[in-house]
């Protein structure tokens, strides 16, 4: 017998359940490596229908929407028929490490002047060391602020070339619909002027915002009167505005017109009026020089919003604005002189006064926020904010006898509140009052304890509705709604709530929305508060809610 021969093989009998997988699942062929490259590389995507592609961009944000060009001709056309509203701006392009040296950049800056103020008081013995300190803090910016520069001109090749594909596609591509677009820049660019008329005049934007940081650049709006797909209503230009861009025909047929920083003089407000006759709403934002006076004399304008935004004026006579609605104003106290405006029925003043009022004695009457001819007002939002008092309650000598409803907002608790029902007095048919106090002094001044003692004589007979925001039960704020209480015979419903106020985002300076904190009241504290504000107070009708 040959023990060297292989031993038998024995075949293993399958079960059943073997074979009925086996048939259900065969093995796969082997691919050869051409194949199997091949599979890999194969584009799933294209081959999905038109329909599908476009919920998928819809899904996108507008910036990775327009990065989807580039991957073929037909994903080219796809973002026409999904996204209306770009905003491309270069700071989505910079690295989170850019805006940290920026913020280090502002905290060099801040040191800088501290240091230069110092220095311009310190004594002959430290002016050597102070000069050194001003000089390690300007090296420091400078130093910083190259890095920076390196970042903006690396983001501005990469930006120029995403918008010249978006903007300035070749002529046979499909018209795309654009109604909103916004561009922000660094600087100036060449094809500055031909991002604008191509999105103006080719793609027919309608809502259209230039910004232009670190710099200043000027379009002449008159390059698209020529264009005839120009459908342009909304303008929002941040340093790029031309003195001749109210003569443009694009200009004149605006409904809505914003200017910031430098584009936004004073000066031009008039000559913009006279010209766009079409504007509807105008913002000024971060604009006037020494303290100018503005006077709006337009009796043909249809303008019926305007707002000024920390704009350096001291006077504002509203001579003639017809149409006028609605007027918000945020900054400096100011002198506000109202002449023929028969439809204003909503002002916001929103005041915040920098100076030592104490040493200067720099205190403004409060009749200085109504000369002139009493406006038909219905809603006065009033914001007059600071360290320290600076408000005269003064009487005022015109009466608001059409005033409905009245919104004191971010009151400091160390100011007395007799100017507010100095105001009080000379609104006879206001209906609803809201008074919103803030807690910004770790002491209460005595004024507020001397608000209890105040004899308030006058009677708010139409007065229908008291809301107090910031309500802490404190003494002086307890005394306050009593006597408002007293001098309303047909009040209904007292509403004491702790919160603050904050400004709608929808409707900018002219609204505020009110931000409700719920506060944990002890039931005896409670009782004693309403048991105050009851005492001697008989009305079957009015409801006290305090949460």
């Not at 400096?332 to 405006?341: A, F, K, M, S, W």
């Not at 209480?485 to 709530?497: D, G, N, T």
């Amino acid at each position: 017998m040959d023990t060297c021969a292989d031993p038998p093989r024995y075949r293993r009998l399958r079960k059943a359940s073997d074979l009925r997988t086996a048939a259900a699942h065969p093995p796969q062929k082997r691919m050869r490596p051409s194949e199997e490259h091949t599979s890999f590389c194969e584009d799933k995507i294209s081959s999905l229908p038109d329909e599908m592609l476009i919920m998928i961009v819809n899904k996108l944000d507008a910036r990775t929407a327009i990065t989807t060009t580039i991957l073929s001709k037909r994903w080219r056309d796809l973002p026409a028929h999904s996204h209306t509203c770009y905003d491309l701006g270069v700071d989505d392009i910079l690295p989170p490490r850019y805006h940290r040296l920026k913020q280090m950049v502002v905290e060099a800056k801040a040191g800088y002047v501290a240091e230069k103020n110092v220095l311009n008081l310190a004594g002959s013995h430290a002016f050597r060391d102070r000069f050194f300190a001003v000089n390690d803090w300007m090296w420091i910016v400078q130093r910083l602020t190259t890095h920076l520069q390196r970042y903006e001109r690396w983001a501005m090749r990469r930006y120029v070339k995403q918008v010249n594909a978006f903007l300035l596609p070749r002529t046979n591509v499909q018209q795309r619909s654009i109604k909103k677009l916004r561009l922000q820049t660094f600087g100036t660019s060449n094809c500055n002027d031909q991002w604008v008329t191509s999105a103006i005049g080719r793609w027919g934007v309608e809502d259209l915002e230039l910004v232009i940081d670190n710099s200043s650049w000027c379009y002449d709006f008159r390059l698209l009167d020529e264009c005839k797909n120009v459908r342009l209503k909304r303008l929002v230009l941040s340093n790029c505005y031309h003195h001749y861009a109210p003569k443009s025909l694009t200009f004149q047929r605006l409904t809505a017109l914003t200017l910031r920083k430098e584009c936004s003089h004073i000066s031009h407000v008039c000559y913009i009026l006279r010209n766009c006759v079409q504007l509807v709403d105008l913002s000024l934002k971060y604009s006037g020089h020494n303290r100018d006076s503005l006077h709006i004399r337009v009796p043909k304008s249809k303008l019926k919003n305007l707002q000024l935004d920390n704009c350096n004026v001291g006077q504002v006579y509203l001579t003639s604005l017809p149409c006028l609605e609605a007027f918000a104003c945020r900054g400096q106290p100011i002198e506000l002189h109202y002449g023929e405006v028969p439809r204003l029925r909503h002002v916001s003043l929103n005041f915040l006064q920098t100076g030592d009022n104490a040493k200067d004695g720099s205190l403004c009457g409060l009749s200085k926020l109504f000369l002139g001819i009493p406006p038909p007002l219905e809603y006065l939002a009033l914001q007059l904010r600071g360290g320290q008092m600076w408000i005269k309650p003064a009487a005022i000598r015109s009466q608001l006898n059409h005033l409905k409803k009245l919104l004191f907002a971010n009151v400091a608790m160390n100011w007395d509140t007799f100017w507010i029902l100095t105001l009080l007095a000379a609104a006879p048919a206001l209906e609803s009052l809201h008074v919103h106090f803030v807690n910004n002094s770790g002491k209460v001044g005595a004024a507020g304890s001397l608000d209890v003692q105040v004899e308030h004589h006058q009677q708010h007979h139409h007065l229908k509705e008291l809301v107090v925001i910031g309500f802490g039960g404190a003494a002086w704020q307890t005394g306050f709604v009593k006597q408002i209480i007293q001098a309303s015979p047909i009040l209904e419903r007292v509403h004491l709530l702790d919160g603050h106020v904050v400004d709608d985002e929808d409707r900018e300076l002219v609204g505020l929305e009110i931000v409700r904190r719920r506060r944990e009241w002890h039931e005896c504290e409670r009782l004693k508060v309403l048991d105050e504000l009851t005492d001697g107070i008989s009305s079957p009708h009015l409801k006290i809610v305090l949460e």
